[in-house]
């Protein structure tokens, strides 16, 4: 099964994997380095995956729910609804955690750990995970102080080390500056379908209220 991921929680990511049971070949992966460019550069990134994998036209689609922003999820979002429609595939939603959930699962934690990354106004997005990848508790958003005494992947913790490492959480070295990659996500996400676990729905987990509000005197016009 051929797998398309995207995901625009925190850098624009797409991702174009192979997958058969749990085995998962990545065919070819793109996250922009920037991150504010997601409407931008998602739809021609995801043009060249599928060209350079022979014009091919994936089996599904998965794509991040979040937790993100409104503005960089609604991007990834919108992209998976419609290329999924129009391809007439499986469409569903991953929380973007997971993604770097995966990648610490690799370094054979022992215990529980955390998964936070930048929520801004001081806070993170943050849940927490069992030794062997799967969901505990969460998803949060908090400042750093609110999160458990665990160690601590994604750039949520390099952000916040000093107010973590008080806490008595752990800042693990080399996940420090991580996010959640389309490639992690559709790992995740194809490993999840071959054991037979439900995916998520494509809501949004904004978490809380957009920065967009609609200005006082425009309310009544529009009731």
Avoid: C
């Avoid at 058969?20 to 043009?47: M, R, Y």
């Avoid at 919108?78 to 929380?95: I, P």
């Amino acid at each position: 099964m051929l797998l398309l991921a995207i995901d625009t929680s925190a850098n624009a990511s797409a991702a174009l994997l192979e997958t058969t049971g749990d085995d998962v070949a990545v065919l070819g992966s793109f996250t922009s380095l920037v991150g504010n460019d997601h409407a931008e550069v998602l739809a021609p990134a995801i043009e060249a995956l599928l060209r350079d994998a022979g014009a091919v036209l994936p089996d599904a689609v998965v794509v991040g729910v979040g937790p993100g922003p409104f503005t960089g999820l609604r991007v990834g979002l919108a992209s998976a609804k419609t290329l999924a429609f129009v391809w007439d595939v499986a469409l569903h939603g991953v929380m973007s955690l997971d993604a770097i959930a995966l990648e610490a699962v690799a370094t054979e934690p022992t215990g529980d750990f955390t998964v936070a990354i930048d929520a801004r106004r001081k806070e993170l997005y943050w849940a927490r995970y069992h030794h062997d990848g799967l969901l505990a508790d969460g998803p949060h958003v908090s400042i750093a102080e609110e999160l458990p005494p665990l160690p601590t992947f994604g750039a949520g913790a390099g952000l916040y080390a000093e107010r973590l490492t008080a806490i008595g959480a752990t800042v693990v070295p080399g996940f420090d500056q991580a996010h959640p990659s389309a490639e992690s996500l559709g790992t995740s996400a194809a490993r999840s379908l071959a054991a037979g676990r439900e995916l998520l729905s494509t809501e949004p987990l904004y978490l809380r209220e957009s920065d967009a509000k609609v200005p006082a005197v425009m309310k009544g016009k529009l009731l």
